[in-house]
């Protein structure tokens, strides 16, 4: 993972968010290839080890199946379809790609200049400057609200979507599978047989007169 993306990172237990501290065992070009994070708030231990943030505790992940093989073919299709469906025209954002999304992860950041949290990956996906990889199991372990938007395929479980409702900042979308349901909260924008597309709705700034 590039040094500069673990700053994006926080620990998944539930207490008041802070950095993690990071102690390096291997760095190469500023990519971190092993390094140990620790939470200073609970003492939880996180590793990157290949280069990949690991947060999926005991969780056992999902085999890559043939409708995501197939993915690999239409990077620059994924890319599109992501960077209109989260809406991605801020440069210098951070997105969450997941699963099959995950494809299209440095041709969006290039196209977009944002930068991507690639969640369980295929193996095919490779680390950048602008594109970090993560293996979750049940939480995105980045800040509430410091995401733009978050899309994820059928393979990952519904606690997975309310982890990106918490992580999605205000007016920012998540692009869901068919088979979960959408977040309450959030405004349906579109829908077909394999996904959805919710907005958060915007942070509501009060005006207020002048005094004279």
């Known amino acids: 993972m590039f040094i500069e993306l673990i700053d994006l990172l926080r620990c998944i237990r539930p207490h008041d968010e802070t950095w993690l501290v990071a102690s390096f065992n291997k760095v190469n070009n500023r990519f971190v290839e092993e390094a140990r994070l620790g939470c200073p708030s609970c003492s939880a231990e996180y590793w990157i080890r290949g ?59 290039e196209m977009a200049e944002v930068r991507v949290i ?35 395929d059928a393979w990952f479980p519904a606690n997975i979507v309310e982890s990106a409702v918490r992580v999605v900042r205000p007016g920012g979308r998540i692009v869901g599978p068919a088979a979960t ?24 700034v009060t005006i207020s007169r002048a005094s004279r």
């Open 181 to 204: 349901k959408a977040p309450s909260g959030f405004s349906i924008l579109a829908h077909d047989d394999k996904y959805w597309i919710a907005q958060k709705a915007p942070e509501v």
């Open 51 to 109: 280069g990949v943030a690991d947060f999926s505790g005991e969780v056992i992940l999902p085999e890559c199946d043939d409708e995501r093989k197939a993915a690999s073919h239409r990077r620059e299709e994924l890319a599109t379809r992501a960077g209109a469906y989260l809406e991605a025209t801020e440069p210098g954002a951070t997105v969450v790609l997941g699963g099959l999304w995950a494809y299209a992860a440095q041709e969006l950041s």
């Open 118 to 152: 690639a969640i369980n990956a295929p193996g095919e996906v490779k680390e950048s400057e602008s594109v970090g990889l993560v293996r979750v199991g049940s939480e995105i372990p980045l800040a509430a609200g410091s995401v733009l938007g978050v899309a994820v």
